[in-house]
């Protein structure tokens, strides 16, 4: 949770460049497919993927650790990144 505020907060309200970090499904980079899953779009997309992930996370990370929660948030964000590759067009733009 903390990582995805810290990046939010990087991407809306510092000078560095974040761009790179957003998947890009017209050519995309290999370090996309996790940075991207930590890229939120405004204040609501960021809410609405927090809430779930401190409900859900909390549960995860009492069965499986810290870790765990780790591992699972990052294959299932990477997952989520191949199946756009997969069902959606080319030509469609990330954040």
């Given at each position: 949770?903390?990582?995805?505020?810290?990046?939010?907060?990087?991407?809306?309200?510092?000078?560095m460049q974040?761009?790179?970090l957003y998947f890009n499904h017209m050519h995309p980079q290999l370090h996309q497919y996790f940075t991207s899953t930590l890229c939120h779009?405004?204040?609501?997309h960021l809410?609405?993927?927090?809430f779930p992930l401190l409900v859900f996370g909390k549960l995860v990370?009492?069965?499986?650790?810290?870790?765990g929660l780790f591992i699972c948030y990052?294959?299932?964000g990477?997952?989520?990144n191949v199946a756009s590759i997969v069902f959606l067009p080319s030509s469609?733009?990330?954040l």
């Open positions: 949770v903390a990582l995805n505020v810290l990046m939010f907060v990087l991407d809306k309200f510092s000078t974040m761009s790179g779009a405004n204040t609501q809410s609405s993927n927090l990370e009492e069965e499986m650790g810290g870790w990052a294959l299932c990477i997952l989520a469609t733009l990330g």
